[in-house]
DNA sequence: GGCTTTAGGATAGAGCCACTATCCAATGCG
DNA sequence: CGCATTGGATAGTGGCTCTATCCTAAAGCC
């Protein structure tokens, strides 16, 4: 197919595509001729792609362009991974909480959960905000963090068995990704929800 | 103190005050003349929580007008904290999920957790959610949900404890929803952590 | 009393980002 | 043969959060 139909097919306006062939997302067409490019069925799915990962997770092109990169450079699947999530964790790096990084806390939790150990992005970025979060005043006690990982680990497995079989390295992505960002969003409204039944019952204690 | 001195205090620009009240998120100072006004520690601490609102939380300037604008029209601290959840909520509404909205897992979750009883905008947002999710064939089995809002309930149980004498609304403001945003981003840092660590587990075992 | 500084008001511009639109010459397709 | 389409280049749009400039009037200070 051509470019025409490639954006009928995809749903992304003909500019927005040749917008992402120039900022290198979308791998160029096989060339015909000059001025004739053939698009594949990949090519659909790569768009696909990039449609999640901006609307529905919310990434920027550099992102976009970074993980996708190390994916046509066939980058293993735990490298895609930690890629993924190094992205979506820095989606607000607010304060690069810098300094001597204490790797107690993570640390622990790892040794708890009987996690493999491996130093690594996730834990880094774990030990980090623990600090900053310690430095706004926010108590995390070490049973909420076992909670918290319970709960995750939890999620995790059911995740990472779900995802078996991946028919692309796209598909492998997609999943990581819009995976993250849903499991954090249902969590961020059973928090709310949580919350507001523990004010309710609190507040009205008080009246 | 005048505006440079306000300026001076909190680290905003001259330039940004005269915007945020230009939009209406600080209030004018006391006017004394025509060209000199008062402005008092009661600001510092509005531009802080301004600052915060934007910088960590990531709210854009209209949603931070209308949780202050509520706040200073003396909401209660239930209308308040409601009000942060469905900014913070819809954050990322990608998809305003609508339809028929079946209240059955919320209502599932609310009666298993013993919470108060009332259909709240972040009831209606867990059902969207979930419905969306199931719609992207991602599986949450009732034991996470389950797992999930039993960690929630400490968390909140352990906030709202700590949240017991808020000195201001700006205070009251600043730990609700930078505490949500912080333990969201915890949860996400810890669910990056244990993905990662199942994702080694299981493809080592591939390999 | 004059000189500098500041307030408040208005308006315009900057800088970033993700597009979107326009123009072009070359060329394939019917 | 001529219309439509391509890749390539370049410029413009719209939203957002500031930031900068200009102005007049008035206060503070010596």
Known sequence: MQLK???????V????????????LL??????????AQ???QHVERLDLIQALRRIVGLNIEQIRGILRMADDGASRLELLAAVQRVVLELDSYATVSGEVGT??????VRLRGWPDSPSDARNALNAHLELMESVNIRVPGELLDTYSK???????????ATTAPDSVDELILTAAVGMHMHSQLLLR?????????AIRRYEQDA
Chains 1, 2 share one sequence.
């Open 5 to 11: 139909e490639l954006s009928e097919q995809s749903g």
């Open 151 to 161: 709960a995750m680990d939890d999620v995790a497995g059911v995740d990472i068995a």
């Open 27 to 36: 791998p160029p067409g096989a060339a015909v001729h000059a001025t004739r």
């Open 104 to 109: 107690r806390p993570a640390d622990a939790v």
């Open 190 to 198: 059973l928090l709310a929800l949580a919350q507001a039944s523990h």
């Open 39 to 41: 698009y594949s069925a």
């Open 13 to 24: 306006s003909a500019a927005s595509i040749k917008y992402y062939l120039r900022e290198g």
